[in-house]
């Protein structure tokens, strides 16, 4: 049975781009859902891929120890969770410099696997990946290929390629013929099981093994009231109740592991 990627974005409820206008950034409710989380994986002997927030790590150096020293891969997502679009080169490095120190400090871990925030590479931020594998990075998940996405990239592969010079670019899961996501977020929430299901296999006998993101946050009954964000915090939070009913179902349904040891004979690692 084909193995698939679980990722997990570790990024507080106030980070997430559509409800942070007006959310307080002082309230922090990350950890709960987290060893919430934690516990789900460990119950089933399954090894992730979390994408740390730099900040995160420097407010909770002790829960990302933790996930360290559960065997899961750490990577980085950036140090304040701003969308790539909204930083030049030079701030992103001053980003991965920030957020690489928080972390190595809070688990003695260099990351090497990168995600942006919501994703976000499309043409106009390639440049990521230069500087990506300048640093050291191996992989990359921040390509959404799908049109009907708001960070996505309708024409980008749907299966894994070199980015840049050693870099390997991992892209979130769509389905084979209309690229509709289905690996994450609301997209996850949205569709049926059985319709998760059938693109997973479709993948599967292509050869190519889907790849699942969640939040900690996804967990929480609700976020705080956000003024001036209510749009984007319905999108993000639309059959938010469903979220641990469908997740559980998803770690009961198929074996997972982290990006690398899912993607190794893919992206020859």
């Not at 781009?17 to 990350?30: K, N, Q």
């Not at 688990?107 to 994703?119: D, L, T």
């Not at 929480?220 to 979220?243: D, K, N, S, V």
């Amino acid at each position: 049975m084909t193995r698939h990627a679980l990722t997990v974005d570790v990024e507080d409820w106030f980070h997430p781009l559509l409800v942070r206008e007006g959310a307080d950034p002082s309230r922090s409710l990350i950890r709960e859902p987290t060893e919430r989380l934690l516990g789900l994986l460990d119950e089933r002997g399954i090894r992730a891929t979390f994408f740390v927030v730099g900040e995160v790590a420097e407010r909770h150096p002790d829960l990302i120890a933790r996930i360290a020293k559960g065997g899961h891969e750490i990577g980085c997502h950036t140090h304040g969770h701003v969308a790539l679009c909204e930083l030049s080169p030079e701030e992103f490095n001053d980003e991965l410099d920030s957020s690489e120190r928080a972390i190595a400090e809070a688990c003695g871990v260099r990351p090497r696997c990168f995600r942006g925030p919501s994703f976000g590479l499309r043409p106009e931020t390639q440049w990521v990946g230069k500087i990506l594998a300048r640093r050291g990075y191996r992989i990359d998940s921040s390509l959404l290929p799908s049109r009907v996405a708001m960070a996505g990239w309708a024409r980008a592969p749907r299966t894994p390629f070199e980015l840049a010079p050693g870099l390997w670019e991992i892209p979130a899961s769509t389905s084979p013929r209309l690229r509709m996501p289905y690996g994450g977020s609301v997209y996850l929430r949205a569709w049926p099981r059985c319709v998760i299901r059938h693109w997973v296999r479709a993948n599967a006998r292509r050869g190519l093994p889907s790849m699942f993101y969640v939040h900690p946050w996804e967990l929480l009954p609700t976020l705080p009231h956000t003024p001036g964000a209510e749009p984007g915090r319905w999108i993000t939070l639309w059959r938010q109740p469903r979220f641990a009913a469908t997740l559980q179902w998803l770690l009961d349904t198929f074996p997972f592991g982290s990006l690398s040891d899912t993607f190794a004979a893919l992206i020859g690692t």
